[in-house]
């Protein structure tokens, strides 16, 4: 079973930078994609990227492109997210997820890493 650990969040001023990154451990990572989603204060949880672990490829939502880029080192079984131009409408709980099979759920999760925002 695949264990995912988030690493990066904090406190930063707006216009400022974060880089966030999510090992997985317990057996190397041989899924389809790994996702960054996050929880905004009082909001439902929503989607920001994905990278599929193969590929590379990249996918982000709207409100965070240009701002946000998503790698991977396969070899550490890691995913990164970094992000700049950083607004306090991206102050949420960021959590890393595992899609173990194309067209699957997300069905490994992270335990979530704070990131706030301040104006």
């Known amino acids: 079973q695949v264990q995912l650990v988030e690493s990066g969040g904090g406190l930063v001023q707006a216009g400022g930078s974060l880089r966030l990154s999510c090992t997985a451990s317990?057996?190397?990572?041989?899924?389809?994609?790994m996702g960054w989603f996050r929880r905004p204060p009082g909001k439902e949880r929503e989607f920001v990227s994905t990278?599929?672990?193969?590929?590379?490829?990249?996918y982000y939502t709207d409100s965070v492109k240009g701002r946000f880029t998503i790698s991977r080192d396969n070899a550490k079984n890691t995913v990164y997210l970094q992000m700049s131009s950083l607004k306090p409408e991206d102050t949420a709980v960021y959590y890393c997820?595992?899609?173990?099979?194309?067209?699957?759920?997300?069905?490994?999760w992270g335990q979530g890493t704070q990131v706030t925002v301040s104006s």
């Open positions: 997820a595992a899609q173990v099979d194309y067209g699957g759920p997300y069905d490994v």
């Open positions: 317990g057996r190397t990572f041989s899924g389809y994609a």
């Open positions: 990278i599929t672990w193969n590929r590379g490829r990249t």
